[in-house]
Nanobody, 115 residues
Framework: VQLVESGGGLVQSGGSLRLSCAAS????????MKWYRQAPGKEREWAASISTAGDSTNYADSVKGRCTISRDNAKYTVYLQMNSLKPEDTAVYYC?????????WGQGTQVTVSS
């Protein structure tokens, strides 16, 4: 299993970013995918989930209404579109796969939102 996140960067408050997570090593379309984030000095927290077909999504209250998770099963990629970014969104963002109770993580992508 390999998960590779990209798309992070430095953005001003109110700006947007689109994160991507390229997956390999498993049958992508068979698994729920999730995004988590970890802010400096804080524990990693769940942000969003998407069903195998992409027809059902769930969001943490902290990102609901501002972020959209999506997936392209043909490209083995999950996305997180983030709008109206706030300084408190500054964190390392990780995509996550859980298989048989085991969690797989990418290396993360840094998102920094300046005020």
């Amino acid at each position: 299993v390999q998960l590779v996140e990209s798309g992070g960067g430095l953005v001003q408050s109110g700006g947007s970013l689109r994160l991507s997570c390229a997956a390999s090593g498993f049958t992508f379309s068979n698994y729920i995918m999730k995004w988590y984030r970890q802010a400096p000095g804080k524990e990693r927290e769940w942000a969003a989930s998407i069903s195998t077909a992409g027809d059902s999504t769930n969001y943490a209250d902290s990102v609901k209404g501002r972020c959209t998770i999506s997936r392209d099963n043909a490209k083995y990629t999950v996305y997180l579109q983030m709008n109206s970014l706030k300084p408190e969104d500054t964190a390392v963002y990780y995509c996550n796969l859980r298989v048989g109770g085991r969690d797989y993580w990418g290396q993360g992508t840094q998102v920094t939102v300046s005020s």
